[in-house]
């Protein structure tokens, strides 16, 4: 399972290495030379921190790629927002939730 999380490898200039770092375990990382070793060594940290968790009983935090997602969420924003939304909606023809849906796909 620890396979199915979500690693990305980034540069730390602080540092002077690459730092591995999981979506589900934003408290852990790892420092190393190269990209390869940094995914190397996070994948690692990682599967021991799911062991571990096993062996104490904590609940291991499910990766997100074996999420279900129903495509919904709530967002407040201040009537302003809402009023702008909403009249540049209007004034391309469509929805507010496809106006707020294309904006958010160019943003991801």
């Known amino acids: 399972m620890s396979d199915h999380y979500t690693y990305r490898i980034t540069w730390s200039a602080e540092d002077g290495e690459h730092v591995g770092l999981c979506a589900e375990f934003p408290s852990l990382s790892w420092l190393a030379a190269t990209p390869g070793k940094a995914l190397s060594g996070i994948q690692r940290l990682v ?62």
């Open 47 to 108: 599967a021991d921190c799911v062991d571990d968790m096993r062996t104490d009983g904590e609940p291991v935090p499910k990766p997100m790629a074996d999420r279900a997602y129903s495509g919904k969420f709530m967002v407040r924003v201040p009537p302003e927002t809402h009023r702008a939304l909403a009249t540049r909606a209007a004034e391309q023809g469509v929805s507010m939730n496809r106006l707020v849906s294309a904006r958010l796909a160019r943003e991801g």
